[in-house]
């Protein structure tokens, strides 16, 4: 007797998982040991992947015309253009281009500054590494990402009375140790306009004093010393 062959079963082929593109982000600090720790440690995560490193604002700006990150970490204060003025040339050549600010600074003046300019995160760089990992997705999806703690400090500066331009500038005057004769010299205006804005800007950010006035300015970072 011959034997009848058993039908042979062809086997489905399995669809192939379409990869999903990872992230691509540019890092921009000025310190060469920020950068470095920050590239090695996106470029572990499977989903990310660095596309460039800029060590001050001006070549930040440049690398991200040249690249077009998904995602820009972006250091605030860097030499031959700060991280405002960055923020604000990158979102003139693209208004939805997505930066995380990522700095030692959480004066509210400096969060005010950096999401007026167009930020879409703003975190410390103490914040753990985990949470930066997730502000980098959520930036990169669309969401804004900014800590309740520093959210409550932007809050309280939106709603809190602002300085002027002129009283900025005479508060940098007082930094510097200048009396109200030298500011007005300085500015151009008499002493008794001097003594005005000196009367208003410790009104306006409730100190006493001239220490006190610089103290809670550098903090806040309305100037920088």
């Not at 996106?42 to 070549?59: L, Q």
């Amino acid at each position: 007797m011959t034997s009848k062959k058993k039908p042979v079963r062809k086997t489905k082929k399995s669809a192939k998982t379409p990869t999903t593109p990872r992230i691509a982000v540019l890092i921009a600090d000025d310190h060469s040991v920020v950068r470095e720790g920050l590239a090695s440690l996106i470029g572990r995560k499977p989903d990310m992947t660095v596309v460039g490193e800029a060590s001050n604002g001006r070549e930040a700006v440049d690398l991200w015309k040249q690249c077009r990150p998904d995602v820009t970490l972006l250091d605030l204060r860097m030499p031959e253009l700060d991280g405002v003025s960055a923020i604000k040339e990158i979102r003139a050549g693209d208004e939805d281009a997505r930066i995380i600010v990522l700095t030692t600074f959480d004066g509210d003046e400096d969060i005010y500054r950096a999401i007026q300019a167009g930020a879409k995160g703003y975190l410390l760089k103490d914040a753990p590494r985990e949470a930066l990992m997730d502000s980098i997705r959520r930036v990169h999806a669309g969401e804004t990402c900014v800590p309740v703690h520093l959210a409550v400090k932007l809050a309280e500066r939106v709603s809190g009375e602002t300085l002027s331009a002129r009283e900025i500038e005479v508060l940098k005057l007082i930094a510097q140790g200048k009396s109200n004769k030298e500011i007005g010299s300085a500015l151009f205006i008499s002493e008794g306009t001097v003594k005005s804005h000196v009367k208003a800007i410790f009104a306006k950010m409730n100190v006493i004093s001239r220490t006190e006035a610089v103290a809670n300015a550098t903090r806040r970072g309305l100037i920088q010393l």
